[in-house]
T-cell receptor, first 113, second 114 residues
């Protein structure tokens, strides 16, 4: 069965622009979580969507937003990009029910110049 | 505050040698602990998962241990290979309002050289 697919794999944007990243979870999975990973910081939790509703949120500014569609695909948007937003953005899918494993996508490498 | 701390931050070993990575956590209550391997520029891939009652779990050359009393876990890699070069991340799950909440360690960067 297909894994978690993130697009695009690489992205270069300039400060002040906005960007939208996409994540298609494993078929049947209803939960999608987004993480930011920077060198030395580890994975920082952004938010989680389950059945089109945001049910958990990390400590990121309002410039970071997301949504989930009825087919469980999710998008993350970052507005007014800053240099510090340069990172690997990972999404993870799970069934969302109880204790389940999170399966990660390959990530989108965002570079802000 | 729930935290997961890993040591060492980075490690260089010769091919064929063994190594042990450490993970200490303060997450409570605790559901399970996972070790992930992340190759450069890729997403993390699960190596092992242990619940509260398990002390050890093996996956090929990878063996994870868990001491729930001292809140410590280790990942032992036997007969290392060049392909083991990666970041190893310890992740602790805590029960939350909507299922488990994951708390990530910062990872240990392992480099295996020939």
């Amino acid at each position: 069965k297909a894994g978690v697919t993130q697009t695009p794999r690489y992205l270069i944007k300039t400060r002040g622009q906005q960007v939208t990243l996409s994540c298609s979870p494993i078929s049947g999975h209803r939960s999608v979580s987004w993480y930011q990973q920077t060198p030395g910081q580890g994975l920082q939790f952004l938010f989680e969507y389950f059945s089109e509703t945001q049910r958990n949120k990390g400590n990121f500014p309002g410039r970071f937003s997301g949504r989930q569609f009825s087919n469980s695909r999710s998008e993350m948007n970052v507005s007014t990009l800053e240099l510090g937003d340069s990172a690997l953005y990972l999404c993870a899918s799970s069934s969302g029910q109880g204790s389940t494993e999170a399966f990660f996508g390959q990530g989108t490498r965002l570079t802000v110049v | 505050k729930n935290q997961v701390e890993q040591s060492p931050q980075s490690l260089i070993i010769l091919e064929g040698k063994n190594c042990t990575l450490q993970c200490n956590y303060t997450v409570s209550p605790f559901s399970n602990l996972r070790w992930y391997k992340q190759d450069t520029g890729r997403g993390p891939v699960s190596l092992t998962i242990m619940t509260f009652s398990e002390n050890t779990k093996s996956n090929g050359r990878y063996t994870a241990t868990l001491d729930a009393d001292t809140k410590q876990s280790s990942l032992h890699i036997t007969a290392s290979q060049l392909s083991d070069s990666a970041s190893y991340i310890c992740v602790v799950s805590a029960p939350g309002e909507y299922g488990n909440k994951l708390v990530f360690g910062a990872g240990t960067i392992l480099r295996v050289k020939s």
